[in-house]
Each structure stands twice: as C-alpha cells, then as structure tokens.
C-alpha cells in the first residue's frame, strides 16, 4: 500500500497547488475522488475476468443460475465501494496531517501520476482483450 499512498499524496499535492485558498477538506475529498476513480478501471478489469471465468465454465457444462451471476455482479460492485471507503479512512491522515506543499510538482512526481492511471487503463484493456478472445474462441465451438 506504500506505492498508493505515495502516489495518494501527490494528487492531493496537486489539487492543493490547484485549489489554492480552498477549504482543504473540499481539495482532499476531490483528490480523494480523482484517485479513486484510478482504481475503478483496475477492479473492473478484474470483474471482467471473473464473468469471463463464469461464462467459460458454462459454455463447458457447468449451468449456474442467474442468480449466481447477479450475486457476482452485485458482491464485485460491493467489494469496490468497500474498497474506496477503506481507502477514503486511510487517507484521512492526510486531511489531519497535511504533508509539506512543494511549489511545484517535479517531473518524476507528474510521471508516477501518469503510469498510475495508465496502468489501470491497460489492465482494463487487457481484461476487455481476454474477455473478447474468449468469447469469440467459445463461439466458434
């Protein structure tokens, strides 16, 4: 969790230099927001894999109900926003306790914001790639 608090910190950094005079509970909760929405694509990724799995498995046999996928639609929608409020307390610290403000973001810092949200972008699309290989591969049988 290391690698996410410190890129945590720098998007805060950020909203901070952006929102100068702001009330620094409304900076945090929109650096909050903009982080959280890095981890969207990432855990999407991964609910695409488990349906991908789901289907699979039934195109081999295996006869789930309709239920069972809507629980699993439902449990990963619930894990997410488990997960972003787990996130949200652990950075409250951050509101508490704001780190020192550079004057600037250095050009290291912008590039760790950059590769963050690229990653959950090629996750997303990795996943999206599989999902749309498998289907086509099941289909042909």
Not at 53 to 60: E, K, N, P, S, V
């Amino acid at each position: 969790m290391d690698s996410i608090d410190r890129t945590f910190v720098l998007v805060f950094a950020r909203h901070r230099r952006k929102y100068v005079g702001s009330p620094i509970e409304g900076v945090w909760q929109k650096a909050t927001y903009e982080f959280s929405g890095f981890l969207v694509l990432p855990w999407a990724a991964i609910a695409i894999i488990l349906l991908v799995i789901l289907h699979t498995l039934t195109a081999r046999g295996f006869s789930p109900s309709d239920q069972l996928e809507r629980i699993i639609k439902y449990a990963g929608i619930a894990s997410l926003f488990l997960f972003i409020i787990y996130l949200d307390r652990r950075f409250r610290k951050y509101l508490l306790m704001p780190p020192p403000l550079p004057n600037s973001e250095t050009t290291e810092e912008a590039k760790r914001i950059r590769k963050f949200r690229i990653g959950g972008l090629i996750s997303f699309a990795i996943a999206l790639g599989v999902a749309f290989l498998v289907h086509n591969i099941e289909g042909a049988y």
